[in-house]
Structure formats: C-alpha cells, structure tokens
C-alpha cells in the first residue's frame, strides 16, 4: 500500500479535477511499470527461486482485477461507480485475505514482532507514513498540473503522457523498494 500511495493520489486528483485519462492510464501505466521494468530489473539483477504458494493468492487477485478492468474497457468503454466499488471490494477482499494468512503463519508474524523490536514504535511509523502522504498529496498535484501542461504542449492525448511518464514518476518507490530490498539481500 506504501508505495502504491503515489499512484492513487494522482489517479484520485486526476479524477476529482475531470481528468479521466491521467487516472485510467496512470493506473495501468503503474502497473506495466511494475511487471515490465521494476519485477524485471529485479530479476535480472538477483534472479530466485519463487515461493508459489505465497504468490498463489496475489496472482489470483491480481488476475481477477486485471480481467474485470480490462473486460470493462474494451466491452463497455466506460468505467462506472459500480464497476469502482468492485474493484475496491476486490482489494478489501484481497488486505483481509492476505492479513489472515499472515496471522496463520508463525513465521511472517515473527519476522513483524522483530521488525518492532527494532526500535521502530507505531507512533513513529504513523507520524512518517502521516508526513510522507502529505507529500505525496502535494506532488500529486504538481504530478497531475504539469503532466496536463506536457501533454497539451506536445499536442498528445493526456492518457499518452500517463501511461508513460506520470507512471513512470508513481513507480519510482517501487523502483527504490526493490533497489533497497536487493542491496539488503532480499
């Protein structure tokens, strides 16, 4: 969810200032960013040997969200509140999914009673994750603004500029999660 926060600010500032395109394509672009440059470099740098049961309940809600988006899409050509709300409920679905099975492994639940005890209190991870939206909400609107700006300046739709450079710029803590998780030997 962490660095997922980018793309849903923009995505949501594009939405309430009637700029549609920048939402639907930040999310997809987001998403090919992830899989084709992020997972990708991540591979190429330390390839490994993949765990497919703790993969088996992502993949299949990831699948399953991809499908619903994509079906919509190209069938309807118009994405509606109740199309919104399933996707949402999808995701809701899929926290309380992956926290119970968290729950019922003892050894994720130790490996987050150790990260704790590292001197990390939830007040403090609070204040930071409080500081670090509040900075994301602000550029999100310079995202949003000056994407709009490009987009009309070189004369291409707003979904162009999205699906390539404002996703590109909504990955980056993806890109520095998976830097940092490399260098960690994670």
Same mark, same amino acid.
């Given at each position: 969810?962490? *660095?997922?926060? +980018? %793309?849903?600010?923009?995505?949501?500032?594009?939405?309430? *200032?009637?700029?549609?395109?920048?939402?639907?394509?930040?999310? #997809? &672009?987001?998403?090919?960013?992830?899989? !084709?440059?992020?997972?990708?470099?991540?591979?190429? #740098? $330390?390839?490994?040997? #993949?765990?497919?049961?703790?993969? $088996?309940?992502?993949?299949?809600?990831?699948?399953?969200?991809?499908?619903?988006?994509?079906?919509?899409?190209?069938?309807?050509?118009?994405?509606? $509140? +109740?199309?919104?709300?399933?996707?949402?409920?999808?995701?809701?679905?899929?926290? #309380?999914?992956?926290?119970?099975?968290?729950?019922?492994? +003892?050894?994720? !639940?130790? %490996?987050?009673?150790?990260?704790?005890?590292?001197?990390?209190?939830?007040?403090?991870?609070?204040?930071?994750?409080?500081?670090?939206?509040?900075?994301? !909400?602000?550029?999100?609107?310079?995202?949003?603004?000056?994407?709009?700006?490009?987009?009309?300046?070189?004369?291409?739709?707003?979904?162009?500029?999205?699906? *390539?450079?404002? !996703?590109?710029?909504?990955?980056? +803590?993806?890109?520095?999660?998976?830097?940092?998780?490399?260098?960690? &030997?994670?």
């Amino acid at each position: 969810i962490g *660095t997922t926060l +980018p %793309e849903v600010m923009v995505s949501t500032t594009s939405a309430l *200032t009637g700029h549609g395109e920048i939402a639907y394509g930040n999310a #997809i &672009g987001s998403v090919i960013c992830n899989t !084709a440059l992020i997972a990708a470099l991540t591979v190429a #740098i $330390r390839p490994g040997v #993949i765990d497919k049961k703790t993969l $088996r309940t992502p993949v299949l809600f990831f699948f399953t969200a991809a499908v619903i988006y994509a079906g919509v899409a190209y069938f309807t050509g118009y994405f509606s $509140r +109740p199309v919104g709300v399933v996707l949402l409920l999808i995701f809701v679905v899929y926290m #309380i999914v992956t926290v119970k099975q968290m729950k019922s492994n +003892p050894e994720q !639940a130790a %490996e987050v009673e150790a990260a704790e005890e590292n001197g990390n209190s939830i007040g403090k991870n609070i204040g930071l994750l409080v500081i670090g939206a509040v900075l994301i !909400a602000v550029g999100a609107n310079l995202l949003v603004d000056n994407g709009t700006l490009i987009a009309q300046a070189l004369g291409v739709p707003e979904s162009v500029i999205a699906l *390539t450079f404002v !996703a590109l710029g909504t990955s980056l +803590p993806e890109l520095v999660t998976a830097i940092t998780s490399l260098a960690k &030997g994670h």
